[in-house]
Nanobody, 123 residues
Framework: QVQLVESGGGLVQAGGSLRLSCAAS????????MGWFRQAPGKEREFVAA????????YYADSVKGRFTISRDNAGNAVYLQMNSLQPEDTAVYYC????????????????WGQGTQVTVSS
């Protein structure tokens, strides 16, 4: 069993920054692939970023490439999403997720999910 708890969401003006955190407990975190997804009202949950267990490989959706950075701290059982140059279209509930099969952009590839944290970007 794995528990994932996101934090760091909030209200920010366009052009601003936020750093999301996801604290993990339970099954071996250091061997997991971690992903961030987001879901805006009325839309499907979409891939944002993923990072391999070692932290050596990271993957991003085209919409966030160059603005968002995913990182992890295996000793601290945490994964982060640094979000810069935020835009109103980034408004969504952000979720972290874990799997042990490798980085994927598909929600079905992830076994465990957090409860989400709201990010709202005002124009």
């Amino acid at each position: 069993q794995v528990q994932l708890v996101e934090s760091g969401g909030g209200l920010v003006q366009a052009g601003g920054s936020l750093r999301l955190s996801c604290a993990a407990s339970g099954r071996s975190f250091s061997s997991s692939t971690m992903g961030w997804f987001r879901q805006a009202p009325g839309k499907e949950r979409e891939f944002v970023a993923a990072i391999a267990w070692s932290g050596s490989s990271a993957y991003y959706a085209d919409s966030v490439k160059g603005r968002f950075t995913i990182s992890r701290d295996n000793a601290g059982n945490a994964v982060y999403l640094q979000m810069n140059s935020l835009q109103p279209e980034d408004t969504a509930v952000y979720y972290c997720a874990a799997n042990w099969v490798g980085p994927s952009q598909y929600t079905s590839a992830y076994n465990y999910w957090g409860q989400g944290t709201q990010v709202t970007v005002s124009s």
